[in-house]
């Protein structure tokens, strides 16, 4: 279970005025709840980029995505390249956000990503199912860039 107390970042600050930081005292307290009550349902609780302060109390905190955890998803070692740069919190191994920013319907106050409901209706209207961008389509002067894809499978036979 992926857990994270709320980061006012000037967006949010914007959309969600009445949000306050959650104190030391309160994340110490809820997160304890939240470990114990995960712990009775047979889950763990992973702490996103909240440092290490609820790992005492059985919190694993050493990342929400390990290569460990992918490989354990595909049953298969990964041979991984070194760990790209991510938010300093984050300790998991692959960090990136995928989207464009403005476009989700959801309109959480608390999100980042969003900066203001009628930017995100104007953007809506952009969208095109058949498009393979998530907003809008290929226009002139669009760049698209070829990224190399290489596997990180082990394909090593092992014994063990």
């Known amino acids: 279970m992926v857990i994270s107390f709320i980061d006012l970042y000037p967006k949010v600050r914007k959309n969600f ?3 306050r930081e959650v104190s030391r005292t ?3 307290m809820l997160g304890k709840e ?3 009550i995960a712990s009775e349902c047979g889950m763990i609780v992973k702490p996103c980029a909240e440092g290490d302060e609820l790992a005492e109390y059985g919190a694993d905190c050493s990342g929400c995505m390990k290569i460990s955890d992918y490989e ?4 298969k070692r990964l041979i991984a390249p070194k760990k790209k740069g991510a938010r300093a919190e984050c300790a998991c191994y692959l960090s990136c956000d995928i989207g464009v920013y ?4 959801h309109l959480c ?3 980042y990503a ?3 409901p009628a930017v995100i209706c104007a953007q809506n209207k952009l969208h095109d199912p058949a ?4 907003l809008g389509n290929y226009m002139d002067g669009d760049k698209v860039h070829e990224v190399p894809q290489k596997s990180w499978i082990d394909m090593q036979e092992s014994l063990f």
């Open 17 to 19: 005025p009445e949000a």
């Open 26 to 28: 309160n994340r110490l």
């Open 34 to 36: 939240m470990i114990k």
């Open 72 to 75: 354990k998803a595909i049953g």
């Open 102 to 105: 403005n476009t989700c319907l």
């Open 109 to 111: 106050k608390y999100c």
């Open 114 to 116: 969003n900066a203001e």
């Open 131 to 134: 498009s393979p961008f998530l």
